[in-house]
């Protein structure tokens, strides 16, 4: 069975980026055709390089000018993967970010229904899982991505309870997601009192470490240290999603 998960924080930098490339490789070493998009539209983060790029873009395909199919960049030989991945990214260039944030209300409700057929398009031409980086907070841009998903994994930081509860409550229950959260960068303190408990299953607490603050995004765990605890953590993610 085919599905979609986004990638998304109520604040930014809880790595959001981090977790999706990596759990993109993830799934792809179990054989499974997999399709990462950048659809952080307003701080592209082309995934820091780590996979081959080409100057076509996922911004496009929003507008209506291009087929998905056209602005995917094949990394499966460079990854040596079992399944393949393909990529699609968001425009870095300035000009365009400060078109997508004036953006209004109806050109955003055509984005969704565009990211929607791309997701349809995507399953039917044999992609199992597609993962979709997306822009912290509430706007349209983020929650376009959360809306066309299947599964929704907010990343919080130790501490930031509050946040984690209001996308859910605001935006995942309304949208009736299936919806999961990471603690990320955990310090080894419980970031919930009894009283802010999250109403929705925590899969991984996971801790912050020096070698992925080091290397970031920079770095794919999952493909050059699969036994780093980073990586076991990814591993052990994609097996309770699906
Ligand atoms: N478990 C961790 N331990 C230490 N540092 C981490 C951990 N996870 C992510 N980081 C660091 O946090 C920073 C932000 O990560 P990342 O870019 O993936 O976040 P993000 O949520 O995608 O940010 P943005 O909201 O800006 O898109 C990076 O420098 C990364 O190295
Ligand atoms: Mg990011």
Redesign the pocket.
């Known amino acids: 069975m085919s599905f979609s998960i986004s990638i998304h924080?109520s604040?930014?930098?809880?790595?959001?980026?981090?977790?999706?490339q990596n759990l993109a490789y993830a799934y792809a070493m179990d054989g499974k055709n997999v399709c990462l998009l950048d659809l952080?539209l307003k701080?592209p983060?082309l995934f820091s390089g780590l996979f081959p790029v080409k100057d076509c873009w996922l911004n496009s395909v929003l507008e209506g000018r291009q087929e998905i199919d056209d602005v995917l960049v094949d990394a499966t030989r460079e990854m040596g993967t079992k399944g393949r991945v393909c990529v699609g990214y968001s425009n870095p260039d300035i000009a365009e970010i400060r078109e997508i944030s004036l953006k209004d209300r109806r050109w955003q409700s055509q984005a969704l229904q565009k990211l929607i057929d791309c997701k349809k398009k995507l399953f039917s031409s044999g992609f199992d899982v597609v993962i979709m980086?997306s822009?912290?907070g509430v706007d349209y841009t983020s929650v376009n991505v959360v809306a066309c998903s299947e599964y929704v994994i907010t990343?919080f930081k130790s501490g930031e309870s509050r946040g984690v509860q209001l996308v859910i409550n605001g935006i995942y229950k309304p949208l009736e997601k299936r919806c999961f959260a990471i603690e990320?960068?955990?310090n080894g303190v419980s970031s919930f009192s009894f009283e802010d408990q999250i109403p929705v299953p925590v899969l991984a607490r996971?801790?912050?470490?020096?070698?992925?603050?080091?290397?970031?995004?920079k770095k794919l765990f999952t493909c050059e240290d699969p036994a780093h605890p980073?990586s076991k953590a990814i591993f052990n993610l994609k097996d309770q999603i699906c």
């Open positions: 924080s604040k930014g930098g809880t790595g959001k980026t981090c977790i999706a952080d701080s983060s980086d822009s912290p990343v990320n960068m955990n996971i801790p912050c470490m020096c070698d992925v603050s080091k290397y970031g995004t980073f």
